[in-house]
């Protein structure tokens, strides 16, 4: 079984600046993948980012980037160079061989 | 691009019909998915399907059923609707493969009266 906890249910940043967002999971597979979705007012989910556990290096996708400790079973997404656009809901999501579990997700507010 | 289409992005039902959520895929994937979120609740997974005809439970599979004939659709039924289930449905899909990610329609918003 899989479970996913996201510690922080709202968060805010100003523009142009850093933000974190953790997640912790738990999982009985040993093979498996992450993933961090958004989805904006509008609902569309889009997928942000993907992390493979075998692989040690983090993923990073433009100015999203993720901290992966897999012992501390630690996902965590660091935004830089904040934006407006990137008013969202986010959640995290390990994956295995069938279905992704997600968090509850963080609600992010970018402030001009 | 894969496009995943849910046929209704509103829905307004009564307390005991049946209701029909429908959920279309153009990218030949093998895997289609329903969940719900609610408020603090994030998703929850009701039922998945891997192939024509295969269906498994999710996490809150009670109260509702699918139905998957052809492997581009993926139905979600409840079969008496309760103020209870309104919410936000989600379908996805996946392509085969641990690293294949999920990709979603656009959402169904449910109201039961």
């Known amino acids: 079984a899989q479970t996913v906890t996201q510690s922080q249910p709202e968060m805010s940043v100003q523009e142009a600046e850093t933000v974190t967002l953790s997640c912790t999971y738990d999982t009985s597979e040993s093979d498996y993948y992450l993933f961090w979705y958004k989805q904006p007012p509008s609902r569309q989910m889009i997928l942000v980012i993907r992390?493979?556990?075998?692989?040690?290096q983090n993923a990073t996708e433009n100015r999203f980037s993720v901290n992966f400790q897999k012992a501390a079973k630690s996902f965590s997404l660091k935004i830089s160079d904040s934006q407006l656009g990137d008013a969202a809901m986010y959640f995290c999501a390990p994956g295995g061989s069938e279905k992704l579990v997600f968090g509850k997700g963080t609600k992010l507010t970018v402030n001009p | 691009d894969v496009k995943v289409t849910q046929s209704s992005r509103y829905l307004v039902k009564r307390t005991g019909e049946k209701v029909f959520l429908e959920c279309v895929q153009d990218m030949d994937h093998e895997n289609m998915f329903w969940y719900r979120q609610d408020p603090g609740l994030g998703l929850r997974l009701i039922y998945f399907?891997?192939?024509?005809?295969?269906?498994e439970k999710g996490d809150i599979p009670e109260g509702y059923s699918v139905s998957r004939e052809k492997k581009e659709r993926f139905s979600l039924i409840l079969e008496s609707a309760s103020t209870n289930q309104t919410s936000m449905y989600l379908c996805?899909?996946?392509?085969?493969?641990?690293?294949?990610?999920?990709?979603f329609g656009n959402g169904t918003r449910l109201t039961v009266t």
């Open positions: 399907s891997y192939d024509v005809k295969m269906k």
């Open positions: 996805a899909t996946r392509g085969a493969g641990r690293y294949s990610p999920l990709h």
């Open positions: 992390q493979e556990a075998y692989k040690q």
